[in-house]
């Protein structure tokens, strides 16, 4: 078996706060192929943003990466010092945030914003640089980027501005890209052509995406395979279709029952009751218990996720092929 | 842009106006300069002749639509005191304030912005601590305590740099200026360190307050992310968008250095504007102090014209804004 391109062992990332150590990241591993798309789902404050800053050591204080290790192409991120790990931002892994108005500085140019992108991984000249910020526009389908170079962030629509993140994300066509939720805060026909663009032109540089959402429909548009989230932690994984198909715990099933669909008009959209837990606060062993309908005394205990295929992290998972039918 | 300025200057021309009705009212109302100009000897035929002579027997609107014609002219009177226009009297001061007041600016901010920086980077720092707690002391201690400790330990104590004056001052562009010369720029050392301490904290707290905003916005993560070496992230990503409320704020407190560097200019006897202002008010001076607030009040309004284009260069949605409109 080929080493995976990125592998992510039992990594913790720790807030300290006043009122205690929030465990954001609590132990969560998974490996990514090259040219491998992997959707990490959650709610809000699930860890899944703070687990794609980590792998590029970008969280920022109190936070702190705890334990684990992020080998990515056989090398630790997590020790690696902060010149190798520049070395390594946006030419091998990439990053594309959650909104566009805020991921583009207001105050420069988006030549500027590109062409410095390319200067620091690359030792070549400016009208160089310029070049090839102009065809990284022209790739993710700005039209005149002749022109668009020398605009401004605010001269741009939020699904512009996302595909100029996407075009600088792309300049070093890089191994990895790890996006955070890039479409959410976009119209939904915006979101399906980026959605769309992003997947072609990963496929055709081979590059893998690690993209991190809440939404499941996303999701299973795009990716081969998903890790959903839950408190910190990784409670199901698996590919997209088993997953979806059968999701096997609760809180997946969860999830995908909360998804409005056009096939169960006129029935009341289920909702997981009760709330994302405190993370300063949790239940001890499964985090999900005391929202879920299976729960019982041995839920006091978390189960472990075992390694290969479908897996998930529960003592009571829903029947393969049940989804639907009952609960 | 043009449409810009011409607006500006529209809006500052009407800005002076009412400044002048306001500083002669003002003025009138503070007293006869007569009891203060003519000896108490002199008798009621000597002193109606002076007081027709300097105009003061005609009615306020009158005494006003004639300062107006004049001043249209660039006449603002004659000094009562010195017998010399009052408007030239203060502009042969104003080398030496504008010279004070820029060397305090200049060290407020070449300080200021590095140490604000520092202190919102490293909130938690010892180094942002005391930056921090120093920035409290600047701000609370009063100039002309702070100018006489000044002079205490530098001039008196230690005899390093002079106490007071200009000292040795060189021509440039006709106007005589201290900084040109080794003797006039240790003379002013002690007055710009004083001038500027309050601006200095102003500037820190501003630079830090904008830092530890900034630096949590997802735009300077972004270009963490793109691999950018730290300098460039600080100098550029965060410098220019803190920039914009500090060079705003800046622009103001040139302003008010220029025309209020009274105490410092008193403490260190240093023969600026502030100077003569205090000794006109003294002396009922009335054309010169007119003169003075006149020429403050357009100080301001050209330093606001310049503070906006500057800002305009800084924030690009401000300049497409003033260009449409």
Known sequence: MTQPLLRVENLQTHFATRAG???????????????????????????????????????????????????????????????????????????????????????????????????????????EARRRSRDALGRVGIASPEERLAAYPHQFSGGMRQRVAIAIALLHSPDLILADEPTTALDVTIQAQILFEVQTLCRDTGTALLWVTHDLAVVSALADRVAVMYAGRIVET??????????????????????????RRGVPLRSIPGMTPSVLDLPKGCAFQPRCGRADAACAVMPELPENGHAWRCWHPHDADARGAAA | MIVFILRRLTQSAVVIAAMAVLVFTGIFAIGNPIDVLISPEADEVERAAAIARLGLDQPMHVQFARFVESAVGGDLGTSFVHGVPALGLVLQRFPATLELALAAMLLAVLLGIPLGLWAGLKPDSVAGRVIMTGSILGFSLPTFWVGMMLIMAFAVQLGWLPAGGRGQTASLFGVQWSFLTRDGLAHLILPAINLATFKLS??????????????????????????????????VHILKNIMIPVVTVLGLELGSVIAFSVVTESVFAWPGMGKLLIESILQLDRPVVVAYLLLTVLLFVVINLVVDLIYSMLDPRIRLGGGRA
């Open chain 1, 21 to 127: 150590t929030v465990k954001a990241v609590d132990g969560v591993s998974f490996d990514l192929r090259r040219g491998e798309i992997l959707g990490l789902v959650g709610e809000s404050g699930s860890g899944k943003s703070v687990t794609g800053q980590s792998i590029l050591g970008l969280v920022d204080p109190p936070g702190r990466i705890a334990g684990g290790r992020v080998l990515f192409d056989g090398e630790d991120l997590v020790t690696a010092g902060e010149k190798r790990l520049r070395a390594i931002r946006g030419r091998r892994i990439a990053m594309i945030f959650q909104d566009p108005m805020m991921t583009l500085n207001p105050v420069l140019s988006v030549e500027t914003q590109m062409v410095e992108a390319v200067l620091a991984h690359d030792k070549v000249g400016r009208a």
């Open chain 1, 238 to 263: 698996g590919p997209i279709a088993d997953v979806i198909q059968a999701p096997r715990h609760p809180y997946t099933r969860g999830l995908l029952d909360s998804v409005p669909s056009r096939n």
């Open chain 2, 202 to 235: 102003l500037v820190i707290r501003l630079a830090r307050a904008g830092t530890r905003e900034v630096a949590l916005q997802d735009y300077v993560k972004f270009a963490r992310a793109k691999g950018l070496s730290p300098a460039r992230v600080v100098g």
